[in-house]
């Protein structure tokens, strides 16, 4: 096992009816804003509940923060919180929203241009604090440091991390899925799925008890993603799907192993070119990037098939291969498909594309051993057609 510092300083607070805690964890002289995506929380009840007990607090409202938050609008927020001397965010919404409060926290208080916390991935000096109430269980930005932003003007999406960007608190009450569509559900499970296998699916390191958090988080979602989808208000199932989404990626499964990332630095770009949901871009990508570098993953994968799949028949290879399908499987079954060309006509040079703007990146090594070249990642993003 490699050596590691682990610090996660967000508070949780889980469970149903907790939106009250609000009050006790945020500074009663917070000049707030608030910000939400499209308004689906005034009709779920969660925009009430948090009015009345934040009812004695100074709140600006931002609304219309979009799915793979867009920096133009992110910057409209900027300038509020700037304009009206606002000094706390609440983030009431999914990673989408969350991601954009951490961007904001960021660029409220830096004084040169904005873009270039993202492009060159500044370190990130001061930020202002910020607490979550999480409706979309998927990114586990609730409980992490990182966040990703889309820039549609230059069809670009990077992503950027600061420890000064954990969020103080996040409320997490699985009741408030009952009202997000199933679409967004299907998403919530593979998105978490791969952000687990991104950090468990390189080779052995003898992190065992990370293997074994990972592997659990895998067939935990593999057990209730179904059942979630099929009935939101499954307390239970819900409860679990919330728990596995942010256990995920809130660098727990990371510490003291590799990790990859290599799918979600391909399926950025599907999203920035083609407008494709990050979920989807996701299971699009996996099949395809593990075939190509099963050489170096087939310990690992055949592990994985054994573990979560049950599969055990055949050489470590067999199993390996029989584990892609089972993973692809999984995905189909939750109503997600795995090829590019089921999302979009006009994939034709996404590949070339795609290549092109890593090597212009300087982005010349994916993977957990950096092996992974740009004109590998033109093979495999072929492969996806």
């Known amino acids: 096992m490699q050596n590691f510092i682990y610090k ?26 608030m910000l939400y995506g499209g308004g689906s929380i005034k009709c779920n009840g969660v925009y009430e509940q948090i009015m009345a007990v934040l009812a004695d607090y100074h709140i600006v409202e931002f609304a219309g923060v979009p799915a793979n938050p867009e920096y133009d609008v992110l910057m409209e927020a900027v ?6 001397n606002l000094d ?22 830096y004084e040169g241009d904005s873009w270039e916390i993202l492009a060159k991935r500044l370190t990130v000096a001061q930020a202002l604090p910020f607490s979550t ?41 699985p009741t408030v899925i009952q009202s997000l569509p199933k679409r967004q559900l299907e998403n ?21 008890l990370q293997d074994r958090f990972a592997e659990g988080i895998l067939q935990t979602l593999v057990e209730v993603g179904p059942k979630v989808i099929a009935d939101p208000k499954n307390y239970q199932a819900a409860s679990n799907f919330m728990w596995s989404c942010t256990m995920a990626l809130n660098g727990l499964i990371a510490q003291g192993v590799p990790s990859d990332w290599g ?32 050489e170096n993953k087939q310990e690992k994968l055949a592990q994985f098939g054994e573990r979560v799949w049950g ?52 982005w010349l090594g994916l993977g957990e051993r950096q092996s992974v070249t740009p004109e590998m990642v033109k093979q495999i993003v072929e492969n996806t057609y």
């Not at 300083?9 to 002289?29: A, V």
């Not at 300038?79 to 009206?84: L, M, N």
């Not at 083609?274 to 996996?286: F, N, P, S």
């Open 263 to 294: 799918v979600h630095a391909i399926g950025h770009e599907f999203t920035a070119l083609h407008g494709i949901d990050h979920a989807r871009t996701l299971a699009v990508v996996l099949p395809a990037y593990y075939h190509y570098c099963l």
């Open 188 to 208: 919530g499970v593979v998105d978490a799925f791969v952000h687990v296998l991104e950090q468990y699916m390189t080779y052995p390191a003898d992190g065992l």
């Open 311 to 362: 599969i055990t028949d055949g050489t470590t290879e067999e199993k390996a291969l029989k584990a892609i399908s089972a993973t692809e499987q999984f995905f189909h079954s939750v109503g997600i498909d795995t090829r590019l060309s089921a999302y979009t006509e006009d994939y034709q040079g996404t590949a070339e594309t795609i290549a092109q703007r890593f090597q212009e990146r300087g």
């Open 88 to 109: 706390y965010i609440l983030a009431v919404g999914g990673g989408s929203v969350i991601d954009g409060a951490k961007f904001i926290a960021a660029a409220s208080c």
């Open 8 to 33: 996660n300083p967000t508070k949780i607070i889980f469970g149903q009816g907790q939106i009250t805690k609000l009050k006790d964890e945020i500074p009663q002289n917070a000049r707030i804003l």
């Open 79 to 84: 300038a509020t919180i700037k304009a009206q």
């Open 133 to 173: 109430v999480l409706t979309l269980p998927a990114t586990g930005s609730e409980m992490n440091s990182g966040a990703v932003i889309s820039r549609r003007a230059l069809k670009e999406k990077r992503s950027f991390a600061s420890p000064n960007l954990f969020p103080q608190c996040s409320v997490l009450d």
